[in-house]
């Protein structure tokens, strides 16, 4: 009948609905493992600005924000190469100080899931939260 549409409709149920939700980190995770696509220049000049001119690098963000509509990049290069940096560091760290290999893997992988990953994961989502709790309290 006239009264039909062919378009699908977004209610769905069932099992179906959670596989058709976005992934969460999909795009960025997957980016991780092709060198290829990240601009490791821009994150070393960004690396290197953000410790001797930082408002540079406001400012090329500001632009980022204005002509993408997004703040972070979508570019995991400045992660992966922050990891990398952090493995170089607490590896001089256990060579300097004599630990054993198992020791120092287990320091090394300490540094970078549990201080480096989950504690940032844990107080973006702190700050994120009260983000959302604050900007509905003021209006």
């Not at 149920?13 to 596989?19: L, S």
């Not at 256990?94 to 290999?101: L, N, P, T």
């Amino acid at each position: 009948g006239e009264g039909r549409t062919m378009l699908p409709t977004t209610a769905s149920k069932g099992r179906g609905a959670a596989r058709s939700a976005p992934p969460l980190f999909g795009p960025y995770l997957r980016r991780i493992v092709k060198w290829q696509q990240m601009d490791i220049e821009y994150t070393f000049w960004q690396m290197v600005h953000l410790c001797t001119s930082p408002k540079v690098v406001y400012q090329h963000t500001k632009y980022h924000k204005q002509t993408k509509n997004q703040w972070a990049r979508d570019d995991p290069a400045f992660i992966v190469i922050l990891i990398l940096f952090l493995v170089f560091a607490t590896s001089a760290y256990c060579a300097a100080f004599g630990e054993s290999a198992p020791h120092a893997a287990l320091t090394i992988i300490s540094v970078v899931f549990v201080h480096f990953l989950f504690a940032g994961l844990v107080l973006a989502t702190l700050c994120w939260v009260s983000y959302q709790f604050l900007s509905e309290g003021g209006t």
